[in-house]
């Protein structure tokens, strides 16, 4: 199974991580597929999480499981809002019902094109006469 988890790297007692895509069986600071961003806890906020989103949704559409502290970074990112509401979108879109032909298209219909004839009374009959 793929897992997307962190990375430990930085000096003693001043951690920062960087978050990869490995294999669930690999080592915590061993072997991994890809990096996808750094989590650096002890910095500002806005310097705190650098993430590729793109590669993230990637990686979870394909099937792989967060750990628990990336996935509460990645709802911070908003990667998993973007990707419910993406879902949500897709969903609506699937279970809508196309609306019938509206009256806006019956005023055109009112002005006879040339060379028709345009009594009311040449209305085109329902039967099948073929």
């Not at 430990?8 to 920062?16: D, F, S």
């Not at 750094?38 to 990686?59: G, V």
């Not at 879109?93 to 806006?104: I, M, W």
Request: glycine share 4%; charged share 25%; no cysteine.
């Amino acid at each position: 199974m793929v897992r997307i988890r962190l990375r430990r790297v930085g000096r003693k007692k001043a951690p920062a991580y960087r978050i990869v895509v490995a294999d669930s069986k690999s080592p915590r600071d061993g072997k991994f597929i890809e990096i996808i961003g750094q989590y650096a806890p002890r910095q500002s906020d806005e310097q705190k999480i650098t993430l590729d989103a793109a590669r993230a949704d990637y990686w979870l559409s394909v099937g792989a499981q967060p750990s628990d502290t990336v996935r509460s970074i990645l709802r911070r990112a908003g990667v998993l809002k973007q990707r419910h509401e993406a879902r949500l979108a897709r969903n609506r879109q699937a279970s809508a019902v196309a609306l019938p032909e509206t009256v806006a298209a019956a005023p055109a219909a009112d002005v006879p094109a040339a060379g028709t004839d345009a009594s009311p009374t040449a209305a085109p009959s329902l039967s099948a006469e073929a």
